[in-house]
């Protein structure tokens, strides 16, 4: 009675209360048979849909092997034509018998998350038929270009028959909008649109001069009747133009083959939204509007935007050739990037060379296989991985190409498709794998696993589900409409939520199924959560098992399991998070001891007693003094019977063992150092030095000493004398050899100076003063000289 009182039921009479209390008590007993009728799969709890889990997880929970459904994907190849090889067919196959992709179709069934792996092979053709369509502007600046345009069809046709021996071509113009500002609408401009003397045609839109031929003659003669245009602006409407070339199949004659458009221009391109300019505001539909080869609907559509361009050009497999002069080559270039499977070549000014550039552009673009693919359904991807030439691998956007694919060429693409979800429809669905600018398309049917099969195989009206309230199948009710409960005992109508929400509470709380679940017919259905590894539990919802205590920023330390937000922890770890060791390998020190002896191995840490002790394993001490000063006078007493201490050694010296070795190479390393250490050398009184080392083990302190003192050896004399003797004598030797160094240096330099003065000296050659000589000469006065 309180309990109607708490739910605000207040009945009429005793009896209606006693009843109201059979009939929840009934809805109880129903509820509590409902888990016999699962049998007993699920925990408290769980929803049905817990059933459904991964193969290790329901195998984990007891579900037998032979009552588990676990269909899995596969892939069927439906048409498989092998790819053409020119060198075993003698006669000229026609295009539609040509191969160059394989296989053709095929049907996948996919599961979700399970990807489908299918191999496609590509390989370039020889001698495969090419449609060529030449699309010229024809304004003002193009005239001299005209002239060498004329002759082209002839020259590009002997040339592209070394390529192909099934080439056809053919030739449109376009100028511009036939409105204002574009043009000029005055009627002698109309007729005329050039200025001074020279004949022009009247401005037009597009022109379809020629469809496709294989008659090059016929080529030459139509592009020779043309004649050049004008316009006001600078850009041209070759968008219009391109998009009624896309799309006018028939008009054109495009076949399904090889399909080149070659857009010659020296000026740049109006796109959508410029058509506001002279009142044009309806967009491009992107169909055909030619009467008599003209583009009639130039006044009243808009200029297509590149987007739509670069659809319609994908969709009729049209690879562009964009022949612009050297000006405005950076605009084509940026246009290029937008346009899959489009190249640009530089024209010369009067076009000279545009056979040379569209058969270069042709290898180029020839020469590149990308794959592009339909649009996908809801929830599936697709993945690519291309083997190119030389067993070349690339994956992500790369794995859509192969590039350098000479004829002949086998290239090949792994592709992955897989399904997130199940579409909201069930049906099948379609999409199409083609490489860019080709007709040649592979089909993939894609078909998804949603149900189990046992779901076709369900008792509807089954006994199982309340009396016939429900369809048992996969081992659960699926209640019909109105019904609720794990077997369908619940009805929405008769039942008071209020009152079987009363079970749903823990402990007469306020919260439903601890706010991580609903209340179903009296029982709570925990929530699934995003991660299927995270998991609500208990009657109440009260439990989950990823919200436990975390350490190093994993649940339960990565130690243990989460129960009911507690970790159950793994052997030899405990603590709330599991992370707390039991192993003490990690305290271990390099002597054997748990820390030294001089601690605690707390969850496998050292934690030292005594705080002056620090490391890993209490083994360092920075502000203790030297042990091996500490310990010296008591070790030379006990071991040596010597020192300061040797009166008193049993009163202050008897605090260790002391062990005897008998050379330095078994003294055992005293702690676990994380540095080198040396062991203790101390010297007595008489120099003579001893080697220790100090340690404890177990609470015991020992001492290894070495038995025998290190003292060092007298001096010997005679060694001593002769090496003084032989000292001084090589001194006096040393001496003696500068001193007659510095005398020749000397007497070199004064001999110089003497010669020096020597070549210097100069001498007096005049007569004596007062010398005579003894002979007299006398001079006949008589003598003539003859």
């Not at 190093?552 to 009911?564: A, D, M, P």
Request: proline fraction near 4%.
């Amino acid at each position: 009675h309180q309990f109607l009182l708490k739910r605000a039921v207040v009945p009429e009479t005793c009896l209606s209360v006693c009843i109201y209390l059979v009939q929840i008590s009934l809805k109880i007993f129903l509820i509590t048979i409902s888990f016999a009728v699962l049998q007993n799969f699920l925990t408290v709890g769980q929803s049905k849909s817990a059933r459904c889990d991964d193969l290790e997880s329901l195998k984990k929970r007891k579900c037998a092997a032979n009552k588990i459904e676990n269909p899995r994907g596969s892939i069927a190849v439906n048409k498989d034509k092998p790819v053409t090889n020119r060198k075993d067919v003698a006669e000229k196959l026609k295009p539609e018998d040509i191969t160059q992709i394989q296989p053709q179709k095929l049907t996948l069934t996919l599961r979700s998350g399970e990807p489908q792996t299918f191999q496609l092979k590509f390989k370039r053709a020889e001698d495969y038929p090419i449609d060529l369509y030449y699309l010229m502007d024809l304004s003002f600046s193009m005239r001299d270009d005209l002239e060498n345009v004329k002759n082209l069809g002839t020259d590009l046709m002997e040339e592209m028959r070394k390529i192909t021996s099934d080439f056809r071509i053919g030739f449109g113009s376009f100028v511009e909008k036939t409105v204002m500002p574009y043009i000029s609408t005055t009627p002698a401009r109309l007729l005329n649109p050039c200025t001074g003397n020279e004949n022009c045609t009247s401005p037009f839109s597009y022109k379809n001069v020629l469809k496709l031929t294989e008659d090059g003659d016929e080529f030459n003669k139509l592009v020779s009747q043309q004649q050049i245009s004008g316009n006001l602006d600078s850009p041209e409407g070759g968008f219009d133009a391109i998009m009624q070339v896309a799309v006018c199949e028939k008009d054109i004659g495009w076949r399904n083959v090889t399909r080149l458009l070659v857009f010659s221009t020296d000026a740049g391109f109006h796109f959508a939204g410029d058509g506001k300019l002279g009142g044009i505001v309806l967009p491009n539909d992107g169909r055909c509007h030619l009467e008599n080869n003209m583009y009639t609907m130039s006044h009243y559509y808009d200029y297509p935007s590149i987007a739509h361009l670069v659809q319609k050009l994908s969709d009729h497999n049209i690879q562009t050739i964009f022949a612009v002069t050297e000006e405005f080559q950076p605009v084509y270039k940026e246009l290029k990037n937008l346009i899959p499977k489009s190249a640009v070549g530089t024209l010369s000014s009067n076009s000279s060379n545009v056979i040379k550039l569209i058969l270069d552009a042709y290898n180029s673009l020839s020469s590149e296989v990308i794959l592009e693919n339909s649009k996908l359904p809801e929830g599936v991807s697709i993945t690519y991985q291309s083997i190119c030439k030389n067993g070349v691998e690339s994956s992500g956007d790369n794995g859509r190409k192969c590039s350098n694919i000479s004829i002949g060429d086998e290239v090949f693409f792994k592709i992955s498709i897989e399904s997130q979800k199940c579409p909201s429809h069930g049906k099948s669905e379609i999409i199409k794998i083609k490489p860019l600018g080709f007709t040649e398309e592979v089909e993939v049917v894609l078909n998804f696993i949603c149900d189990c099969q046992c779901a076709a195989e369900g008792q509807p009206k089954s006994k199982k589900c309340s009396g016939g309230n429900g369809t048992f199948e996969c081992g659960a009710c699926k209640c019909n409409e109105g019904r609720i409960g794990l077997s369908c005992e619940c009805s929405k109508d008769e039942v008071r939520t209020e009152d079987l929400d009363a079970n749903c509470r823990k402990d007469n709380g306020t919260d439903i199924c601890s706010n991580s679940g609903d209340c179903v017919c009296g029982i709570c259905e925990c929530k699934k959560r995003e991660n299927p590894a995270e998991v609500y539990s208990g009657k109440y919802c009260e439990c989950d098992n990823f919200n436990c205590d975390r350490s190093n920023n994993k649940l339960c330390g990565g130690h243990g399991r989460c129960e009911c937000r507690k970790c159950i922890c793994d052997a030899n770890y405990t603590g709330s998070a599991c992370d707390c060791s039991l192993d003490t390998s990690t305290c271990l020190a390099k002597n054997g001891q748990i820390c030294n002896g001089r601690g605690t191995c707390d969850c496998g840490i050292c934690k030292c007693t005594n705080p002056k002790f620090q490391g890993p394993t209490c083994e360092t001490c920075p502000t203790c003094p030297g042990v091996c000063t500490e310990h010296k006078d008591c070790v030379q007493c006990r071991a040596f019977d010597a020192g300061p201490k040797k009166e008193t050694c049993e009163q202050e010296c008897s605090y260790f063992n002391l062990i005897k070795v008998s050379d330095r190479d078994k003294l055992p390393q005293p702690t676990d150092q994380s540095y080198p250490l040396t062991h203790c050398k101390e010297r007595d009184a008489n120099d003579c030095w001893f080697y220790y080392t100090y340690a404890i083990r177990n609470d015991t302190k020992e001492v290894y000493v070495v038995e025998n003192l290190e003292c060092p050896a007298g001096p010997d004399i005679i060694p001593i004398v002769a090496g003084v003797v032989a000292g001084i004598v090589l001194i006096g030797l040393a001496l003696l050899l500068i001193w007659k160094l510095l005398m020749i240096i000397h007497d070199r330099r004064e001999f110089a100076k003497f010669e020096k003065e020597k070549m210097n000296a100069k001498w007096d050659t005049g007569e004596n003063p007062i010398y005579k000589s003894a002979v007299t000469t006398v001079v006949n006065p008589k003598y003539e000289g003859k």
